[in-house]
C-alpha cells in the first residue's frame, strides 16, 4: 500500500466521524482539515522538486477513492486542493516554492477565466468574481482565471482566443460569499470568492494551454483537464461504491413494507445489486485502463496521444454518469429509508447527481471525444 493510501485510510474514521457536522456547516471542520494536512493528502500532486509527494496518477485515484467511500465533500475538496497545485510545476522554481512549498498551504480556486487581469508593469492587477470556489474557507492560496489586459485592450492568443491566465493570490485577499445553499457535496463549501484590485507579479499566474513545464517529472504530462476530470470521476465512483456498501448494510435488517422477506434475500434486490456492482467496476476498469495507457505514455514517450487524451476524458465521463446511476439504484433499493436524513444513501445520492453536474464531465465532453473517435476536425485546447 503506498503512502498516500496509508494516509487515506487512516484518516476516513475521522472523516466518518465529522459527516453530519460536514453536512451541516457545509464546509471541512478546521480540525478534519489539519489532520488531512498533516496526512499530506493535499500535496500529493506537488513535485517532489519542493517537497510534494507527485504521486503516480492511479496512486491518486485510488486514496482518492478511499476518501469518497468516507465522504464524498471530503473527498471532493481533497480533490480540488491537490489538482490546483498542478499549476506548481509550471512556475519557476523559486515562485513554486514559495507558494506551494510549505507542509501547511492548501491552495484552491476557480480555473474558469472569469475575472480580468491588467498589466501593471511587471504586475497584474487582479478584479473578479467567481463561483464554485470549493474548500476556500480552508485554504491559504487561491486561483482565479482571468483574461490579461494591455492597456485597455484584451490579449489574444494565436489561435484568435482571449489570453486567459491562472493568477494565484493569497487567500486574505479575497473575499468569500457565504452563497453555498445547495442540495449536493453540500460540504464543500464551494461558493463564491470576490477579489478586488489585488496587485501580484505577473510571474504568479500559469497557463494551462501554452506555458511549458518547468518541475518535476512524468505526471505533468498529463494535461490538466484530464486529471481535472480524473480526479471528478473518482469521487463519484469511490461514492458509488459507499453507497453499495450502506445499501448491503441495510439490506440484512430491513423488510420493506407488504414483503415477507429482508431485502437481502428478495431476488430483485439480489440482481439490481449484481447489475449495479458490474456496471461499476466495469466503469473504474475503463478508467483504470485509460489511465495506464497515458501513464505508460508519459513515462515512455513524454507526452501522451490524442487518443489517450481522449479516452481518460470520455472514461471520466462515463464513469462519473455509471456511478450516479448506480448510487440512483442503491437509493431506491433503500425504498422510504432512503427518505430519511440519518440514511447515508440520500446523501450519496444528492452528491451522485451534483457530481455529474462539473463542466470537466457534462455531456459536452461526449461530443469532443466523439469527434475525435469518428476522425473529425477537432480542437484539442481542452482535452
Not at 171 to 200: F, H, K, P, Q
Not at 238 to 266: C, F, H, S, W, Y
Not at 303 to 331: N, P, W
Request: with cysteine; charged share 20%; glycine share 10%.
Amino acid at each position: 500500500m503506498h503512502p498516500s493510501m496509508q494516509a487515506a485510510v487512516a484518516i476516513t474514521p475521522s472523516i466518518i466521524a465529522a459527516r453530519q457536522e460536514i453536512e451541516q456547516k457545509r464546509r471541512i471542520p478546521a480540525a478534519l482539515n489539519k489532520k488531512m494536512v498533516d496526512a499530506g493528502l493535499f500535496r500529493m500532486l506537488v513535485p517532489m522538486d519542493i517537497g510534494g509527494l507527485e504521486v503516480e496518477p492511479w496512486q491518486y485515484v485510488e486514496a482518492l477513492e478511499v476518501l469518497a467511500e468516507a465522504d464524498a465533500s471530503a473527498a471532493w475538496c481533497t480533490m480540488i486542493a491537490a489538482s490546483t497545485c498542478l499549476k506548481s510545476a509550471f512556475l519557476d522554481r523559486d515562485i513554486a516554492a514559495k507558494i506551494y512549498g510549505p507542509k501547511d498551504v492548501v491552495h484552491g480556486g476557480v480555473f474558469a477565466p472569469n475575472g480580468r487581469a491588467d498589466i501593471d508593469g511587471d504586475d497584474f492587477i487582479i478584479n473578479g468574481t467567481w463561483q464554485w470556489a470549493s474548500g476556500s474557507p480552508n485554504c491559504t492560496w487561491l486561483t482565479g482565471g482571468a483574461v490579461v489586459y494591455e492597456d485597455g485592450e484584451m490579449q489574444r492568443l494565436p489561435n484568435g482566443g482571449p489570453n486567459a491566465r491562472q493568477t494565484l493570490f493569497p487567500a486574505s485577499e479575497a473575499t468569500l460569499g457565504d452563497d453555498w445553499y445547495v442540495n449536493g457535496l453540500c460540504g464543500t463549501s464551494s461558493g463564491s470568492m470576490t477579489v478586488e484590485n489585488v496587485r501580484i507579479p505577473q510571474k504568479h499566474s500559469v497557463s494551462l494551454t501554452m506555458d511549458k513545464q518547468k518541475l518535476g517529472g512524468p505526471l505533468y504530462v498529463f494535461p490538466s483537464f484530464g486529471l481535472l476530470a480524473l480526479g471528478i470521476a473518482t469521487v463519484a465512483l469511490g461514492n458509488a461504491k459507499g453507497a453499495i456498501a450502506d445499501l448491503v448494510e441495510l439490506a440484512d435488517g430491513k423488510t420493506p413494507q407488504g414483503a415477507r422477506k429482508v431485502l437481502a434475500q428478495r431476488v430483485h434486490s439480489q440482481i439490481e445489486l449484481a447489475q449495479a456492482t458490474a456496471a461499476l467496476r466495469g466503469a473504474r476498469a475503463y478508467l483504470e485502463e485509460s489511465v495506464g495507457q497515458a501513464w505508460n505514455e508519459a513515462q515512455n514517450v513524454g507526452k501522451i496521444s490524442t487518443e489517450a487524451r481522449c479516452h481518460i476524458r470520455l472514461a471520466c465521463t462515463h464513469g462519473t454518469k455509471t456511478a450516479a446511476d448506480v448510487s440512483r439504484v442503491m437509493y431506491e433499493l433503500g425504498g422510504g429509508t432512503s427518505l430519511f436524513l440519518a440514511s447515508p444513501l440520500q446523501r450519496r445520492f444528492r452528491d451522485a447527481y451534483a457530481a455529474t453536474q462539473h463542466m470537466m464531465v457534462a455531456p459536452p465532453t461526449l461530443e469532443l471525444t466523439g469527434r475525435i473517435l469518428m476522425g473529425v476536425d477537432t480542437d484539442l485546447t481542452f482535452l
